[in-house]
């Protein structure tokens, strides 16, 4: 079965410091990887993703995630955290077994960044 | 990337009573999904949409308590049936990007049940 674990229920950083979002994966083959972010009383926004290629992936709003195979993780990082980055950081694997594309969400990080 | 947009945005209903839930997308896609999730936790999926066949369901969850109607490629809708408190949550839909594996969510509908 997939499934990924954010082991960090909140991470506090300083408005200007580096941020990084853990997130480890387990998975049957390779891994469809994605990073949403959910601000208050709104849907999931889509930050990015890893299918395939470098390992290094960019995404929206200034962040990026490093696939990590011989650790089986997937950090979401932003080397200057905002105080408009707080907000509630879901890491997520797609069912690469059902051919409708379930995700499997982490527990999710809320993230404090403090001015 | 869809825009999706759900109806209503929240809703405070009675005990006993059902609420049906509306999801509009701007553009056909073939899988929807349905999640419910409390507020500040993780998504639990409900259930699964394909336009034309019946929706499935996740362990956990019933048709007769989450009956789901996928009428065509750019609408669903979810109604939560004899409501109790403890089907106050947040209900978000989402659609399936075929091309570029992600997902797309919809603004939410939070629920209250006195």
């Known amino acids: 079965a997939q499934s990924v674990a954010q082991p960090e229920d909140q991470v506090n950083v300083a408005e200007g410091n580096p941020l990084t979002v853990k997130c480890t994966y387990s998975v049957s083959g390779n891994p469809y990887l994605f990073w949403y972010v959910q601000y208050p009383n709104r849907g999931l926004q889509f930050l990015l993703k890893?299918?395939?290629?470098?390992?290094l992936v960019k995404g929206s709003y200034g962040f990026e995630a490093e696939f990590n195979k011989s650790q089986t993780s997937f950090h979401l990082k932003k080397p200057s955290a905002l105080v408009s980055d707080s907000a509630l950081y879901f890491c997520?694997?797609?069912?690469?077994?059902?051919?409708?594309?379930?995700?499997?969400f982490g527990a999710g990080t809320q993230v404090v960044v403090t001015p | 990337s869809a825009v999706i947009s759900q109806k209503p945005s929240r809703d405070i209903c009675q005990r006993g009573t059902s609420l049906t839930i509306q999801c509009q997308v701007d553009?056909?896609?073939?899988?929807m999904f349905w999640y419910r999730q409390q507020p500040g936790q993780s998504l639990t999926l409900i259930a699964t949409?394909?336009?034309?066949?019946?929706?499935?369901?996740e362990s956990g969850f019933v048709i007769d308590k989450f009956p789901i109607s996928r009428p065509n490629l750019t609408f669903s809708t979810l109604t939560v049936s004899n409501m109790s408190p403890e089907d106050s949550s947040i209900y978000l839909c989402s659609v399936a990007a075929r091309s570029s594996y992600e997902q797309y969510f919809g603004p939410g509908t939070r629920l209250t049940v006195t």
């Open positions: 997520a694997v797609r069912d690469l077994t059902d051919s409708w594309g379930k995700f499997q």
């Open positions: 890893y299918i395939t290629g470098d390992n």
């Open positions: 553009s056909q896609v073939t899988m």
């Open positions: 949409a394909n336009q034309g066949s019946e929706a499935t369901y």
